[in-house]
C-alpha cells in the first residue's frame, strides 16, 4: 500500500457520460498530480494541484477538469466521454512542488463502451 | 512532441546477465532524472534518480548514467533477478518542475 488512495479500481461507461475519479493523498502531501496512460503511451500528465491550488496544467482536454478540496483529496473529473479516453488514470502525491517522491496510488482504469 | 523517448518498447535479459535501458531527451531545459518501475496492476514507484550536475549515481544494483552532451541516460541493473522483470519509465524535470515520463520499456528477465 503506497498510501495513495485512488477508487474505483475500475469504471465502464459509455460514451458521452461523465464520470468522477477519485484521489486521496499520502498523508501530509500538499501536491497531487493526475497522469494518462494510454495504450502505447506514457504516462501523460494532465494537471497539478498544491494545497488547493491548480499548480500545472499538461495536455488536459477542455473535457476534463479536476480539483482539490480543503481536505486534500482531488476529483478528476472526465465528461462528455470518448472511446479514446479509455486509459489507466493515476494519481501521484507529494510532500512539495519539486519532482521528487513522487507516491503514485494503483490507478483507475476507465473503459468507455 | 515526446520529449523524453524511450526508443526500445522491450528488452530480454538473462538471469544473473546485465539489463541497460536507454533513454533519450530533447529539452535541454531538464536538470534532474528519475526511473520508475511498475509492476501490473500495481502503480509506478520510484527507483532512482540523478541530477544534472552528476553523470552517475549508484544504488545496490541500480545505477544511472548521464550524457548530457549526447542528452542521453541509461539504467544499469547488475546482477538482472527475476523480479526485476517490469516495466521501466524514464522521466525527467526542469526546474523544480512537474516530471515528464517516457513511454517505458518492458524488461524481461529469462531464467
Known amino acids: 500500500d503506497s498510501g495513495v488512495t485512488q477508487t474505483p479500481k475500475h469504471l465502464i461507461t459509455a460514451t458521452g457520460q461523465r464520470v468522477t475519479l477519485r484521489c486521496s493523498p499520502r498523508?501530509?502531501?500538499?501536491?497531487v498530480y493526475w497522469y494518462q496512460q494510454s495504450l502505447d503511451q506514457g504516462l501523460q500528465f494532465l494537471i497539478q494541484?498544491?494545497?488547493?491550488?491548480?499548480?500545472a496544467k499538461g495536455n488536459i482536454l477542455e473535457r476534463f477538469s479536476a480539483q482539490q478540496f480543503p481536505d486534500l483529496h482531488s476529483e478528476l473529473n472526465l465528461s462528455s466521454l470518448e472511446l479514446g479516453d479509455s486509459a489507466l488514470y493515476f494519481c501521484a502525491s507529494s510532500a512539495g512542488t519539486g519532482p521528487y517522491g513522487y507516491t503514485f496510488g494503483s490507478g483507475t482504469r476507465l473503459t468507455v463502451v | 512532441d515526446q520529449q523524453v523517448k524511450q526508443n526500445s518498447p522491450s528488452l530480454s535479459v538473462q538471469e544473473g546477465r546485465i539489463s541497460i535501458l536507454n533513454c533519450d531527451y530533447t529539452?535541454?531545459?531538464?536538470?534532474?532524472f528519475l526511473w520508475y518501475k511498475k509492476y501490473p496492476a500495481e502503480g509506478p514507484t520510484f527507483l532512482i534518480s540523478i541530477s544534472s550536475i552528476k553523470d552517475k549515481n549508484e544504488d545496490g544494483r541500480f545505477t544511472v548514467f548521464l550524457n548530457k552532451s549526447a542528452k542521453h541516460l541509461s539504467l544499469h541493473i547488475v546482477p538482472s533477478q527475476p523480479g526485476d522483470s517490469a516495466v521501466y519509465f524514464c522521466a525527467a524535470s526542469a526546474k523544480g518542475d512537474k516530471i515528464i515520463f517516457g513511454k517505458g520499456t518492458r524488461l524481461h528477465i529469462l531464467p
Open positions: 498523508s501530509g502531501d500538499l501536491s
Open positions: 494541484y498544491y494545497n488547493g491550488e491548480e499548480r
Open positions: 529539452n535541454s531545459m531538464f536538470d534532474y
